[in-house]
């Protein structure tokens, strides 16, 4: 089943164009933004390798959901929900551009994630793995209910928090 279009609020999560190559490749090799994503922030030519990869291989093999968020017609994000042997699960995974930051789209692009695999994919349970340094993103999941399942440390010694949440109650 292709990606769906969602809708929040303030936000239209949408399959990417290929038209936003240069905003996903932005995004994800930007220094703030990606560095709690995987290993840290990309290079633009492995962003851009990467942004290939979601129309020749996830969209092309429809192996998981994944977004541009935009906000008034603008890109501001990424975000997927995808199987992970890492967590035997669901995980959300999302990433706003800076200029999207504190104002609360975070909670409402991981409230519209949960909804999603709750609802849609019909899950009981889903996964987010955050660095331990991620104040804010563990705080948003917090908000939401997710509660710590354990910690991974990582080959470089840093620590990954693992946090579920379970189907009930879904958040407000």
């Not at 929900?81 to 504190?102: F, S």
């Not at 409230?111 to 993103?137: I, P, Q």
Request: glycine content about 8%.
């Amino acid at each position: 089943m292709p990606t769906p279009t969602l809708r929040t609020d303030r936000l239209l999560l949408e399959p990417y164009r290929p038209a936003d190559a240069e905003d996903f490749v932005a995004l994800l090799a930007d220094p703030e933004v990606g560095r709690f994503m995987g290993d840290g922030p990309m290079t633009e030519a492995d962003a851009a390798d990467l942004f290939g990869r979601v129309f020749s291989r996830v969209y092309a093999d429809d192996l998981f959901d994944v977004w541009a968020v935009r906000r008034d017609g603008h890109y501001v994000g990424h975000a997927e929900i995808k199987r992970t042997d890492d967590v035997e699960g669901h995980e959300l995974v999302y990433a706003l551009a800076k200029p999207a930051w504190g104002g609360g789209l975070g909670t409402e692009l991981a409230t519209a994630l949960v909804r999603y695999g709750f609802d849609r994919l019909d899950l009981t349970r889903v996964y987010a793995t955050v660095a331990d340094a991620n104040h804010a993103s563990l705080g948003l999941l917090a908000k939401l209910g997710f509660v710590h399942q354990q910690d991974v440390t990582e080959e470089d010694g840093s620590v990954t928090r693992v946090l579920a949440l379970d189907r009930d109650p879904v958040p407000a």
